[in-house]
């Protein structure tokens, strides 16, 4: 598997950490490529938790080396501590390789974030308020400040100047709130330079050598394909592309380079933050998601809504990213269930639809159309081969894989890292 994708199919949360993890056993590199601190991976390794937000989940291989690469929006400090809390633990991260392209996040960004979703009132995002909206706006409008200005001391001090200036007078005359200070920011920014520029290279040139040399690169997406900003549920979405299509500019290759492509999906599906979810449950079988799923955000600790697996959605993430694979997680949490419901299309505004629709008005007002399938209610979280699994397990994957065209390779059956069938 030379160049391989791993990314989410719904809205998040599916489980990438893990899936990563898995694979980044035999990989040689595995590389970020869009979304920043407001991602929280989860890797289980014995009784030890890792909650990873911007290093990359390969990290706890130590053969791979993790990249971060030009599309990732960069909170320094935040990396800077991620990176003390995996030395403290005994992780190595001296491998680490950052882009020099990348975009930094400022102090200014997560205090403009937090102040536009105050003002959006009711119809907030639910954003993690990590900065990220108003840093990739920064960078569209050719505002952004990247890793390369730390280790110019002049350059830096006259982008800050001139991205502090406007964002001051939007910070008091809009929202009412006190200047933030450019000396400050400078001195705690250029301090940072030192730290981080052992690490800093040209990603780009780094990631094409090794799919020249036929190594095997990983490239891990974060948050999930219904959160990207053009094929989402837009505005309810992030500030990047999390799909297939992100991992191109994200690192700077070209199309043909790709070799794989695996989408991650859980047996069910959860989203945190707001906007519109066809299959969400308000009901005792939501809340038995929620708490056998172990379902609140990483980042934040909010509780994710939940609702059935919606196909409708996933046939969408296997179109918009070419999928080639899924790796499916938490089948075991559906063994609590006597009977299993799987969206196969929606009814809105008096039609109805099979393919995920492209307006929002119609988003808004979908009702899932359910097919029922028998549940097995059994323990599964041993079993390793997909001949183990109950009949009913097994049909329940089979059709999945029918209704979206796509072999179901990998299923996880439990947090560990052996609790998976590997059908490939
Ligand atoms: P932002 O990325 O912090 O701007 O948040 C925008 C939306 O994406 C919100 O609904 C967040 O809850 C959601 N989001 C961002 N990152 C993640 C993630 O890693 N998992 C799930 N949802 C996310």
Known sequence: ????????????????????DYFSESADYVVRF???????????????????????????????IP???????IDPKALLAELEMLELRG??????????????????HRKIDAMIERYLGGNQIGTTKRGIG???????????????????PKIFQDKLDTALEEKNRLLTRVYNQLPMSAEEIAEEYLGYAEQLL????????????????????L?????????????????????????????????????????????????????VGTGPF??????????????????????????????????????YAVRLNSLTDIFLTKLDILSAFEEIKVCIGYTSLGETYEEFPRQQRVLYNCQPIYETLPGWNVDITGVRDFEDLPKEAQQYIEYVEERVYTPVRWVSVGPERQQLLDRS
């Open 1 to 20: 598997m030379p160049a391989t994708i791993v990314l989410g199919a719904q809205w998040g949360d599916e489980g990438k950490g893990r899936v990563t």
């Open 34 to 64: 869009q979304g920043g601190n407001n991602a929280g991976h989860t890797i289980v390794i014995g009784d030890e938790h890792f909650a990873l937000s911007l290093i990359p989940s390969g990290v706890m291989n130590p053969s791979a």
């Open 67 to 73: 990249v971060i690469a030009n599309g990732v929006l």
């Open 91 to 108: 992780v190595n991260t001296s491998q680490l390789q950052i882009s020099s392209n990348a975009h930094l996040i400022m102090p200014y």
């Open 134 to 152: 108003p840093a990739a706006t920064d960078k569209y409008s050719r505002n952004g400040i990247r890793v390369q200005d730390l280790f110019d």
């Open 198 to 217: 052992p690490f800093v290279t040209d990603t780009s040139l780094l990631v094409w050598q090794a799919l020249r040399d036929e190594k095997f690169v």
């Open 219 to 271: 490239f891990e997406g974060a948050q999930g394909t219904l959160l990207d900003i053009d094929h989402g549920t837009y505005p309810f979405v992030t500030s990047s592309n999390p799909t297939a299509g992100g991992v191109l500019t994200g690192t700077g290759i070209g199309p043909k380079a790709i070799d794989r492509v695996i989408g991650v999906s859980k047996a069910y599906i959860t989203r």
């Open 278 to 315: 066809p299959t969400e449950l308000h009901d005792a079988i939501g809340d038995k998601f929620i708490d056998l799923g172990r379902e609140y955000g990483v980042v934040t600790g909010r509780r994710r809504r939940a609702g059935w697996l919606d196909l409708v959605a996933l046939r």
